[in-house]
């Protein structure tokens, strides 16, 4: 009988020392940001009003909802734009979503091949960089923030779609 009880006892330890089964913590691949083109919505004489397409990739086998993005856009080396987009829209797992973002030049405060590059609707040097709140669409993952800085060339194009 004492034999019994010594192995219910030892089994119930065991039993009750069993820790809860881990999971595997997953891996957030950050977003990857792209200018796709420049838009020249309105030209005025001195300020012209455009419009950037961005593209953003999510390379994870889940969505990723992108809440904010705060952001700078350079052109031929020379500060264009910057501003904070807020509650934008949900990437597929394994796709891309594009956004745009307006902005304005004024030509009397940029460089000369830059305006000459617009004027002639050429493709135009830029850089994109900024910081996104990104949240991932899976349990117990918490917002993180994604850093982004591309450069690249674009086209100007003469009206958005």
Not at 67 to 96: C, H, Q, V
Not at 98 to 110: A, H, L, Y
Not at 128 to 145: H, L, Q, W
């Amino acid at each position: 009988m004492r034999k019994f009880i010594i192995i219910i006892s030892v089994v119930f330890l065991f039993l009750s020392c069993k820790s809860q089964p881990q999971t595997a913590p997953f891996k957030v691949i950050e977003p990857e940001f792209d200018v796709t083109s420049i838009y020249v919505i309105q030209a005025d004489i001195v300020v012209t009003e455009f419009e950037a397409v961005i593209r953003i990739q999510n390379p994870n086998d889940f969505a990723l909802e992108l809440s904010s993005i705060n952001y700078e856009l350079y052109g031929n080396n020379r500060f264009w734009a910057s501003g904070t987009a807020n509650n934008l829209f949900e990437i597929p797992a394994n796709s891309s979503g594009e956004t745009r973002f307006s902005f304005t030049m004024n030509f009397i405060d940029m460089s000369r091949p830059l305006l000459d590059d617009v004027i002639a609707m050429r493709q135009v040097n830029y850089r994109f960089k900024g910081k996104a709140e990104v949240r991932p669409d899976i349990p117990n993952v918490s917002v993180f923030t994604a850093e982004f800085d591309c450069f690249g060339l674009s086209e100007v194009k003469k009206t958005a779609n």
